[in-house]
Antibody, heavy 115, light 107 residues
Framework: QVQLVESGGGLVKPGGSLRLSCAAS????????MSWIRQAPGKGLEWVSY????????YYADSVKGRFTISRDNAKNSLYLQMNSLRAEDTAVYYC????????WGQGTLVTVSS | DIQMTQSPSTLSASVGDRVTITCRAS??????LAWYQQKPGKAPKLLIY???SLESGVPSRFSGSGSGTEFTLTISSLQPDDFATYYC?????????FGPGTKVDIK
């Protein structure tokens, strides 16, 4: 069955960096585009970034452009999100999701940016 | 980016009520719209994709309709398990925008 498992969240100081990973299994990872989506505490869902199946096309939300980098390793069935220059407003649960309009999301990993 | 709005933001209803939530897109998204249900501490659960297609395993009391810029999610007879927050999401564009959510609570 399809599984997406995020890891790498934690507590980081403002200005710090963190790298999130999403391990995929149960499907042909290289056939699907992937996204990162986040949810701040008590808030709604916010799309963060998209990467095409090959990794050649990438988009970011304006709120993270220039600070976050999405990547994937199709050989390792893994998706990544490198987060630099973190701000308090980046505090959220980060989900990886397969495609769009998809029922396949991970369980989420919490990122807390605080001094 | 395509902007998504939802109404109402909060809805108080009773078990057995028929409930309708509206989602509007700032430009046409054809039928590339999904509806999700989310409960506290959980990942969103897909209910409807392509505006009106029921995800496998989702009860038939959930239905979706619409195309272009206006969409609705209907729960034909609200059940206790349905008290949750509902989000629409457009995937016409790879900037996968979400609506702000509609919280359905107990009247």
């Amino acid at each position: 069955q399809v599984q997406l498992v995020e890891s790498g969240g934690g507590l980081v100081k403002p200005g710090g960096s963190l790298r999130l990973s999403c391990a995929a299994s149960g499907f042909t990872f290289s056939d699907y585009y992937m996204s990162w989506i986040r949810q701040a505490p008590g808030k709604g869902l916010e799309w963060v970034s998209y990467i095409s199946s090959s990794g050649s096309t990438i988009y970011y939300a304006d709120s993270v452009k220039g600070r976050f980098t999405i990547s994937r390793d199709n050989a390792k069935n893994s998706l990544y999100l490198q987060m630099n220059s973190l701000r308090a407003e980046d505090t959220a649960v980060y989900y990886c999701a397969r495609g769009g309009g998809s029922g396949y999301w991970g369980q989420g990993t919490l990122v807390t940016v605080s001094s | 980016d395509i902007q998504m709005t939802q109404s109402p933001s909060t809805l108080s209803a009773s078990v057995g009520d028929r409930v309708t939530i509206t989602c509007r897109a700032s430009q046409s998204i054809s039928s590339w719209l999904a509806w999700y249900q989310q409960k506290p501490g959980k990942a969103p659960k897909l209910l409807i994709y392509k505006a009106s297609s029921l995800e496998s395993g989702v009860p038939s009391r959930f239905s979706g309709s619409g195309s272009g810029t206006e969409f609705t999610l209907t729960i034909s007879s609200l059940q206790p398990d349905d008290f949750a927050t509902y989000y629409c999401q457009q995937y016409n564009s790879y900037h996968l925008t979400f609506g702000p959510g509609t919280k359905v609570d107990i009247k």
